[in-house]
Structure formats: C-alpha cells, structure tokens
C-alpha cells in the first residue's frame, strides 16, 4: 500500500454506504481521481466541511490496486465570496461540473490546476459580477478548455459563429480591461449568450461530453 499527500479541489461528494462518502479531486499531483472516505460522517475527528464542493484541500491518500482511500483531509483554500453570492457560484459550479465531465481520471494536470484556482480565486474576489461579465467569463473559460484539447482552430470557430457574430467575438477579445470593462462586456450580453451555446455544443461534439450551462445559470441563458 502507497501513502502520500496531494492538494486538489473537490469537484463533487456523494454518500456511499452508511457513513461514507466518495470524493471526485481534481489534484494538482495526479490529475482526477475518485477517493473514498470511509466513516467520515460520523467520526468525531474529521470534519464533513473539508469535503465541501470548491474547496481546495491537502490530502493524505492511500492507494491500493487503483483504488483511493481518503486518510486525512485539511483544508488550505475555501472560497467564502463565492459561497455568498448566487452569481459567482452558479459560474463556479459550472466550471467544477465541465471538469469533471471533461477531465479522465488520474491524468496529470498540474498546470490546468493552477489555472483552475486562478480562476475561482479571480471569481472570488471580484467586488461584483454583472451578468455580461458572467458570461464573458464562461466564454474565457470555454475558449481556454477548446485550446487545452487541441480544438481551438480559428477557421472552425469563423465558421461555427457565422460572420456577425464572429466579428463581435473578435470585438470582445480586443477590449481594453481597465475599471470599466464590465460595463463595455454588459454591451454585448446576447452575443457571449449565443458564443457560450456555440461553443458548448461545440466541445460537447468534440470530445463527446454533455456539459449543459442551462443548469446553472439561473436566469436561463436559452432563448432570452
């Protein structure tokens, strides 16, 4: 049997038997895994909020024929302006569930972890995010998802936006990102709304996920 340590983001829980449960951890060390935490929910010792979605956590694994089993768990990162505000977390959550979704187990990542705390740590700490700006940031995060599978061809984009929308997306990319750039990306709303189902439907197609921004974004981002 293998004991060592990762630091990873909780990507999901779930309640496994009586008193465990089974983690999803995004680490920086290994990539994706799923680790059990046996008898967590009722021990005295170990604390359920360390296995909280989003968080991000030192753990002590162990590791047997493949299979994960969670030792101890300290949390180093919990990101409480996202847990606070609706709009931040319905985009959070979003980008958790393409990660998980998109991302095979134990394949390593180390430096799309780092991106994908820069991310939340950014989201976080933003005084506000008005809805144009929300998308914009799925948009950023979708394109850089495109780029990260190799899928991001220009000439494929061109064609998926059509010309119109195409030119706006070129607009958007070149705006300037000083104090009022929430306030220039609110102008183009409906456009990021269409890029996002694009670009969704897109990834969806190229490497045969089902990421649905519909369940998380709860002013409906279809047909408005």
Known sequence: MEIFKINGIILKKK???????????FSKEIGKILAMSFGVTK???RSLAAYNPMNIVEFTISKRNNFYSIK???ITKVFKNILSDIEKLEISLYILDCIDKIYDESVENERFFLKLTDILSYINETDELKQGY????????LHRIMAEHGI???GEIK?????ELFLEYKKILTLNKDLNFQEKVEKHKKSLKKIIIIFEKYINMQLQVELN??????EGIYGK
Request: avoid cysteine; hydrophobic fraction near 45%.
């Open 134 to 141: 929300k998308y914009y940031i799925i948009v950023a995060f």
């Open 43 to 45: 021990s005295k010792k």
């Open 15 to 25: 309640e496994y038997g009586e008193n465990n449960l089974l983690v999803t951890i």
């Open 152 to 154: 991001y061809e220009i």
């Open 72 to 74: 101890e768990a300290n």
């Open 213 to 218: 921004v519909q369940k998380f974004i709860l």
């Open 159 to 163: 064609s998926l936006l059509k010309k």
